[in-house]
């Protein structure tokens, strides 16, 4: 059997990695195909090399574009790939342009396709994120999904037949890198001169906070203003953002850096004092580490990290300065991504279910 993975940006890049070893240890032919959505190697190849990805057997290289050019870039570029390839499954990650991209492709050749991460839902429908992943979900033949919400999510849109409860592939990855990272040095403390448990790490990428000078200019301030180091992992585009803005990214308790090899963010993350962000990844990977985390958005699709209390919505800048000031949440031992096995559910279920498998005697 012959899985093609379509992935192109960093939350997709981690996802594969378990996929990747789990389709090798299961002896199943897996072909990887790099759109080239996220070109900067801090935030492609490197995670490639850290995560033990094997190398892409196709880079498309479409760069950087609005969301209709890239999109339609990676879906002109998908025909001739999955014509050569010809595989059972297409596998399309998350909520991206790549996603959205792989699964148009897919339909149209008539090529059977499965999304990862189905059933998320944030009701928002400004997002293109929300966009992508539920006309993904609706293209798609086989829904994974991560979490019984999200199996209740697309039970409700008519889709719950075609929709399996694998568990969360994030988690097989997190747990994995936790386990190396622990006790080892974090370069980036050495650098800046932090103390474990006394700086905050950010994260803010999405167009809702960065392209209005308002809404990113609110949120710099409130995030300069916090009575710890707040170290802000700023991708190439917020950078040029706040330059367009005339916003500085190093002002009072904020310090901008570059963003880290995923190793790396684990790390710094476990030491951090707190997570502040709008990434959908990253607010899970807060709870998973058991790190409170100050989410700044009006919703959020991973609703569990915030009925455990790990994760507060904060939307301005007292709220933003005031969840984050909260004391740590109560010890929690609930498991709603599961028990990091779910690459492994994930091609089982693609061999058992796979249109070319032989049916039951």
Known sequence: MKILSVVGARPQFVKLAPIAQAATAAGVEHV?????????????????????????????????????????????????????????WVLAYGDTNSTLAAAVAAVKLHVPLAHLEAGLRSFNRRMPEEHNRVLTDHAADLCLAPTQVAMDHLASEGLGRRSVLVGDVMTDVLFQVRDSVVGRDVPLLTELGLEPGEYHLATIHRAENTDDRDRMAMIVEALSSLDRSVVLLAHPRVVAKAAEHGLSLDAGSLRSHAPLAYPDLVAAALRSRGVVTDSGGLQKE?????????????????????????????????????????????????????DGNAARRVVETLVELAPSAPSPA
């Not at 850290?50 to 890239?70: E, F, K, T």
């Not at 999109?71 to 014509?83: E, H, N, S, Y």
């Not at 569990?304 to 000031?325: F, H, M, Y």
């Open 286 to 338: 807060a709870f998973l580490l058991r790190v409170p985390c100050t989410t700044i958005r009006t919703e959020t699709e991973w609703v569990e990290t915030v009925d455990l209390g790990w994760n507060v919505l904060a939307n301005d800048a007292d709220a933003i300065r005031g969840a984050v000031a909260r004391p740590v949440p109560g010890a929690t031992e609930e498991a709603p991504y599961g």
């Open 32 to 88: 990887i195909v790099h759109t080239g959505q996220h070109y900067d190697p801090m935030l492609s190849d490197v995670f490639f090399r850290d995560l033990g990805i094997p190398a892409p057997d196709v880079h498309l290289g479409v760069g950087s574009g609005s969301h209709g050019v890239q999109t339609g870039a990676i879906l002109g570029a998908l025909d001739a790939v999955l014509d050569e390839h010809r595989p059972d």
